[in-house]
């Protein structure tokens, strides 16, 4: 099989909200977006093996997508270019600088507009359409890099319980693989490069401004070094926060002004480049099979309703706790169930990639990828919806921010049962694919 026998198209559209059009998102207090520091954009990456199968790669400048924009999506996707609905990822950089596009989140978070929504849709299904438009022969590599450009944000005690609030932790759990995907392609028409690591988009500081935050800043790097379009993909980031060391103090911080927050989307960049120049890379062979598992994971109980009711009427208005009771109370939600899908892409015996739902958190890096059967694997995290924390649990026992249920507005916390539930969602992914023609079993 020829090595360009990849047929790979790119496209991008603006999708910075007009003045007025969409509340920013992030957590904390009133967010009016008054300008941008750089542009919002979403990507898409189609694919096209050598027997014609098409997946399409789509990332978005917004903290996370509502399942029911996954589904809206997958459906048109579908129906206009036939791409089946296990192939389609959508993949959130998780900048806290977007605007809010999830009717399930907190209000406090910021409100979605539904006319901004639907226009972000129409937007990203035009983009597919001009990346199936732009398909042109390519050869696909794969490498990974090993790098930081942060630190884990949870601080422990004596006990070995988290405390409150966040603090650089060097020592902490911090996934440094960093997957890059090169696309090369013939003729005129620039290479893409995807590259993915796992750390949170919050570093320009406090900010009313539209922000890509360092992932923009490693796209434009990639694009002002190289001649490429970069793409960027989290990963296994809940738990990390983009850090620098204080030139005064000597001390490691984090990181919250644009300055320091470009700098980190620019040493990115480079270490990705520097694994293309100097790294191990593999040809991915054009055999592309995609497939997706839905399961339930186990809430604990919730708090009574007199508890909620209590918090809702007496809690402090400046706190998202008060909010996120009072939604509770408006809008009772009774379940001990929390569905979570996992989808799976696999690059003949190559690569697998597995894109998991939700604010993945590093642990789930390592555990994930050694479940695959393949010679490379990948995590694409806060990919198709993103309404928790997904946390292992280790992170549920020591408690802490991350482990909190009310950050999402689940109605209870997990359950310790959390590994064994998303591993076996994991295998079943895995499972569902069809035998590759190489003669991998899964």
């Known amino acids: 099989m020829r090595n360009d026998s990849w047929r790979v198209g790119f496209a991008e559209t ?19 977006a008054t300008g941008k520091l750089a542009p919002l954009v979403t990507q898409a990456l189609a694919l096209e093996d050598a027997d014609g199968r098409r997946a399409v790669l789509v990332t978005a400048d917004v903290t996370g997508f509502d399942r029911t924009t996954v589904d809206s999506l997958r459906y048109r996707l579908e129906r206009d270019f036939a791409i089946e609905p296990a192939a389609v990822m959508l993949a959130a950089s998780h900048t806290h600088f977007g605007p809010g596009v999830q009717l399930q989140n907190q209000w406090f978070c910021g409100m979605a507009s539904p006319w901004y929504m639907a226009r972000f849709e129409q937007m990203i299904c035009a983009t597919v359409g001009r990346a199936v438009k732009d398909l ?28 409150t609030g966040m603090e650089p932790n060097l020592e902490g759990c911090y996934d440094r693989h960093t997957p890059v995907w090169h696309a090369q392609r013939r003729g005129p028409k620039p290479d893409i490069v ?29 694009a002002r070094k190289r001649g490429v379009q970069g793409m960027f993909v989290m990963g296994a980031g809940g738990a990390a926060k983009v850090c620098h060391v204080d030139k005064q103090t000597g001390k490691t911080v984090f990181t919250a002004d644009p300055r320091h927050s470009a700098a980190a989307g620019r040493k990115l960049a480079q270490a990705a480049l520097v694994q293309l120049d100097e790294g191990e890379l593999v040809e991915l062979p054009s055999i592309l099979s995609c497939a997706q598992a839905s399961g339930k994971l186990a809430l604990q109980p919730q708090e009574s309703p007199a508890l909620l009711q209590r918090l809702a009427t007496e809690g402090d208005l400046q706190d998202y706790m008060t909010w996120t009771a009072r939604q509770f109370v408006e809008f009772p939600c009774y379940t001990d169930r929390f ?48 309404s928790a924390y997904i946390i292992d649990k280790k992170m549920l026992w020591e408690g802490g921010y991350e482990a909190d249920h009310r950050n999402w507005a689940l109605p209870g916390t997990f359950t310790p049962k959390i590994d064994n539930q998303i591993k076996r969602i994991i295998r079943r992914a895995l499972a569902a694919m069809p035998q590759s023609r190489e003669g991998l079993a899964v």
């Open 136 to 163: 042109s022969r390519a050869k696909l590599r794969y490498t990974a890099a090993d790098t930081a450009i942060g630190c884990n944000r949870r601080v422990h005690d004596a006990t070995g319980r988290v405390k």
């Open 339 to 386: 569905r979570y899908d996992v989808q799976t892409w696999r690059f003949g015996d190559t690569l697998t990639v597995i894109g998991m739902e939700g604010e993945v958190c590093a642990p789930w890096g390592p555990m994930a990828r050694d479940l695959v059967g393949t010679s490379h694997a990948a995590l694409i995290g806060y990919t198709n919806t993103t």
């Open 194 to 222: 995807v590259v993915g690591h796992a750390c949170h988009p919050t570093s320009v500081g406090v900010l009313n401004k539209w922000s890509p935050d360092y992932p923009g800043a490693m796209r434009r790097a990639l």
């Open 14 to 32: 603006d999708i910075t909200p007009a003045n007025n059009e969409a509340f920013l998102s992030g957590f904390g207090r009133p967010r009016f």
